[in-house]
T-cell receptor, first 113, second 113 residues
Framework: DGGITQSPKYLFRKEGQNVTLSCEQN?????MYWYRQDPGQGLRLIYY???????QKGDIAEGYSVSREKKESFPLTVTSAQKNPTAFYLC????????????FGPGTRLTVL | GESVGLHLPTLSVQEGDNSIINCAYS??????FIWYKQESGKGPQFIIDIRSNMDKRQGQRVTVLLNKTVKHLSLQIAATQPGDSAVYFC????????????FGKGTMLLVSP
């Protein structure tokens, strides 16, 4: 069963704690992306990675960090430096090169208590 | 579910009607556009795409129209069904070389039986 998986679906964090969101894909896609979604807003790009061991900041990278040690995995860490971390986080991937369509995972809802 | 629809423009239609969802994009140099459907609590799902060398593309019950002169994109859904109720986003590919997308804020489609 191919696709993009994100875990957990719901995550709760206390203020001041770091938390890591998982994103895995078995589509053999080169490129992976993290977006944040807030109510009434479109998706905003946090980080993206075109290839293993390389990644770039998106529009709202402050307070977040990522790693890309394996092609299949692109975990996102929400650090305590992120001022307003409560949001719906979406991971996406695409095949890279001339392939532009991005396919999304089911999302993780992060709530800071 | 996720409250992604708060404060979004809303289109309410009756089952069986045709629906038209509009989107204005920002960059006249964008060369690729996608429509996504997002149901409550889920990740966006690819519907249809179009490249800038086309002005119309048809899928199953959906048609995308592109008017580059006024930077306008529309999604037409024929014979709308209750299962079509969702938030619909347009996205344009940035022309920076990498395949990153800029998303609109979305339109909520509500279909009444």
């Amino acid at each position: 069963d191919g696709g993009i998986t994100q875990s957990p679906k719901y995550l709760f964090r206390k203020e001041g704690q770091n938390v890591t969101l998982s994103c895995e894909q078995n589509l053999n896609h080169d490129a992976m992306y993290w977006y944040r979604q807030d109510p009434g807003q479109g998706l905003r790009l946090i980080y993206y990675s075109q290839i293993v061991n390389d990644f770039q900041k998106g529009d709202i990278a402050e307070g977040y960090s990522v790693s890309r040690e394996k092609k299949e995995s692109f975990p996102l860490t929400v650090t305590s430096a992120q001022k307003n971390p409560t949001a719906f986080y979406l991971c996406a991937s695409n095949g890279g090169g001339s392939t532009d369509t991005q396919y999304f995972g089911p999302g993780t809802r992060l709530t800071v208590l | 579910g996720e409250s992604v629809g708060l404060h979004l423009p809303t289109l309410s239609v009756q089952e069986g009607d045709n629906s038209i969802i509009n989107c204005a994009y920002s960059n006249s140099a964008s060369d690729y556009f996608i429509w996504y459907k997002q149901e409550s609590g889920k990740g966006p799902q690819f519907i249809i795409d179009i490249r800038s060398n086309m002005d119309k593309r048809q899928g199953q019950r959906v048609t995308v129209l592109l008017n580059k002169t006024v930077k306008h994109l529309s999604l037409q859904i024929a014979a709308t069904q209750p299962g079509d109720s969702a938030v619909y986003f347009c996205a344009e590919k940035r022309v920076s070389g990498y395949s990153t997308l800029t998303f609109g804020k979305g339109t909520m489609l509500l279909v009444s039986p």
